[in-house]
């Protein structure tokens, strides 16, 4: 089986995060990985860009930790793909399949309602999992389920701190037909207790990815809450 984190940030793009992405590359080789996905806040969420000097620069300094992490796993033989996580008054949409020539020909991407950037990820082939749909913290204000425009659910998430948040989520995608996910949500070097998936096949691409969710090809890797 093919391990792939699916929920990863790095300190270049979040601002909640201290691992760099050439540290949560070499990390994750380490311990049997064979793929990541980042996912680092975007522009609308805690993003580590503060100062930038017009749109174009904006996005180049988001993506420098995928460009990080994708330099060191070219290197060290670490698959990095590329992701963003975007909120929408604290629904987190996992996004996966656009890239970072994308975010640099869709400058009004801040401007445009959540609902027009799924229907633009779609179009393109993209697909969306929402993450943590149910998880209660004090930065959240209330919680948003978007079943019509997401195309699985994070049923685990590690960065959870009750399991009865997974719990609800699994509730919530099984009501709505929905596939299953999971990710460690990481955000720094000293996050022990690491998930994800498992596959049969290597991902060689975001596609591959979701077509592995969409036919339920995944093994969600579930760690012990003794590690």
């Not at 980042?38 to 300094?61: C, M, P, Q």
């Not at 330099?71 to 008054?89: N, S």
Request: charged residues 25%; hydrophobic residues 35%.
């Amino acid at each position: 089986m093919f391990k792939y984190e699916t929920h990863l940030h790095t300190a270049e793009g979040s601002a909640c995060a201290s691992a760099t992405g050439a540290e949560q590359a070499r990390r994750y080789k380490a311990l049997g990985y064979d793929g990541i996905f980042v996912t680092d806040h975007f522009l609308n969420g805690n993003t580590a860009v503060r100062e930038y000097k017009d749109w174009d620069d904006r996005i180049s300094r988001y993506c420098a930790g995928y460009r990080s992490a994708k330099a060191e796993g070219d290197k060290i033989g670490l698959k990095v793909f590329f992701g963003i996580e975007y909120t929408y008054f604290g629904a987190d949409l996992l996004t996966y399949g656009i890239d970072e020539q994308w975010l640099h020909d869709n400058p009004d991407v801040l401007d445009i309602s959540a609902f027009e950037f799924c229907r633009r990820v779609h179009e393109l082939g993209g697909f969306i999992v929402q993450a943590h749909p149910f998880r209660e913290a004090d930065y959240l204000m209330d919680i948003k389920l978007l079943p019509m425009w997401s195309d699985a659910v994070e049923v685990f998430n590690t960065g959870n701190k009750q399991q009865v948040f997974n719990d609800r989520a699994l509730w919530y995608a099984d009501q709505y037909g929905l596939p299953h996910t999971a990710g460690t949500d990481n955000h720094h070097l000293s996050t022990e207790r690491l998930s994800g998936v498992m596959t049969e096949k290597p991902l060689l691409t975001p596609q591959d990815y979701f077509d592995a969710v969409r036919n339920r090809r995944v093994q969600l890797i579930i760690p012990s809450e003794n590690k």
